[in-house]
């Protein structure tokens, strides 16, 4: 007895040991050395940050070690960030802001829109998406977004004078998003940005199915699957990968997919899988084979860093089999034509896109895929991208039964 109460207690330590937070600190000045009070100073795309007091000092916790951007925002400066490889706690930081730039009143000439509504909705439905989610999202400073419209090409691009507030009931989170750029086109929509979560739900009046709710944004999502991929765990985690080929283009016959016993979906050209961002040939297209993937071959560690690094240089299929798709996936069939779907499993296509490395990624612990270089995504995945699906890194799900 003795024995197992000595172990438990050497087990607690341990735990403890591993779950201690760090500690970032440091001051926000001017280049007068004045402080900067109220800004905002945080982990990007986290729950972890706080604000600056009135001599400009910061002071927060973090729980998770990871490579991360360190955010600082101010309403009348210029943002400020830097990468954090945070294994021990971080004292002594110095960030100077400066006055913000003047690029958006050259780019905005004017602030009347007459398609202002329009342009409002187009964004909304590109920045959030369309899921189930999407319905309890809402932009709460709307004014101070302003668009560019190119109706020739058929492009949008909106910019932002001060940090968007979107609260997501769905999720139980307040987002604050610093807007770096959007643009989007007939064929693609691209965003980047800082992003703060706070955590809303003690203050949720109806937190009924919030836990299950997340859960469903989690798993299965590209957080979820370089998570899994970091601990050598896709199958436990319902992940299975398959190669694609690359095919000559043929004359087209029409082909019919059941896809469920409720749906029969019609699969015109090659779709997606001609989309110069998998294939460059535009005489080739790729195709979906049933021969597996083992990407552990592909994964190295980073020196002096808890990053690894995936590379691979052709496109790949991510099928998440415990969990079939949302029926509202398939309202729009731009978001799988030309993928052979699955009867019962997300089905995604992904690429790691090129740099200057190649085609590398690095990721962490916390699913974080956007330490250095970006991967490309098609199918189920990008259909849930939208912020109304988006998690903090810190996130922590449920166990499933």
């Known amino acids: 007895m003795k024995t197992t109460q000595l172990l438990f207690i050497w087990l607690f330590i341990v735990m403890s040991f591993n779950a201690r937070a760090f500690v970032i ?3 926000v000045l001017l280049a007068d050395n004045s402080p900067v009070e109220f800004a905002s100073v945080y982990l ?6 706080t604000s600056t007091n009135t001599k400009g000092e910061f ?3 973090v729980d998770v070690a990871g490579t991360y ?10 943002p400020y960030s830097q990468t954090l490889n945070l294994s021990n706690d971080v004292a002594g930081l110095i960030v100077r802001l400066k006055e913000k730039s003047k690029e958006l009143q050259a780019v905005v000439v ?5 398609y202002r509504k329009e342009n409002l909705e187009l964004f909304t439905l590109k920045l959030l998406g369309a899921t189930k989610n999407r319905n309890k999202c809402a932009i709460l400073n709307p004014r101070c977004l302003y668009f560019y419209r190119d109706p020739a090409k058929n492009t949008l691009k909106a910019f932002a004078d001060s940090v968007l507030i979107i609260r997501n009931d769905a999720l139980g989170y307040l987002m604050k998003y610093h807007l ?10 691209s965003f980047s940005g800082y992003i703060f979560f706070e955590d809303i739900s003690p203050a949720m009046t109806d937190r009924k199915g919030l836990s299950e709710r997340r859960n469903t944004a989690y798993y299965g999502s590209l957080m979820h699957f370089f998570r899994s991929l970091y601990t050598d765990s896709l199958k436990e985690e319902g992940f299975q990968l398959f190669k694609t080929v690359e095919k000559p283009n043929q004359k087209y016959e029409p082909q019919y997919l059941i896809t469920d016993k409720s749906f029969l979906v019609k699969s015109p050209d090659y779709g997606i899988m001609r989309n110069p961002i998998f294939i460059k040939d535009s005489t080739l297209h790729i195709e979906q084979t049933q021969d597996s993937l083992d990407l552990s071959i592909n994964i190295s560690a980073v020196t002096n860093s808890k990053n690894k690094l995936l590379q691979y240089d052709k496109p790949f299929e991510v099928d998440y089999i415990r969990s079939k798709e949302d029926s509202r996936y398939f309202s729009d069939n731009s978001n799988y034509n030309g993928i052979k779907l699955k009867n019962r499993k997300q089905v995604s296509i992904l690429i790691v896109k090129k740099n200057n490395y190649g085609y590398v990624v690095a990721f962490d612990q916390t699913g974080n895929s956007r330490i250095y270089g970006e991967v490309h995504l098609a199918g189920y995945m990008a259909w849930k991208k939208g912020m109304a699906e988006w998690l903090p890194l810190d996130f922590k799900p449920m166990q499933l039964k």
Do not use: E, I, W
């Open 25 to 27: 600190s440091g001051k």
């Open 44 to 49: 990007a795309g986290t729950t972890y940050g």
């Open 59 to 61: 002071k927060f916790n």
């Open 69 to 78: 951007q360190l955010v600082v925002s101010h309403m009348s400066y210029s």
């Open 110 to 114: 004017k602030r009347t829109d007459p």
């Open 180 to 189: 770096l750029n959007f643009y989007t086109d007939k064929y693609s929509t």
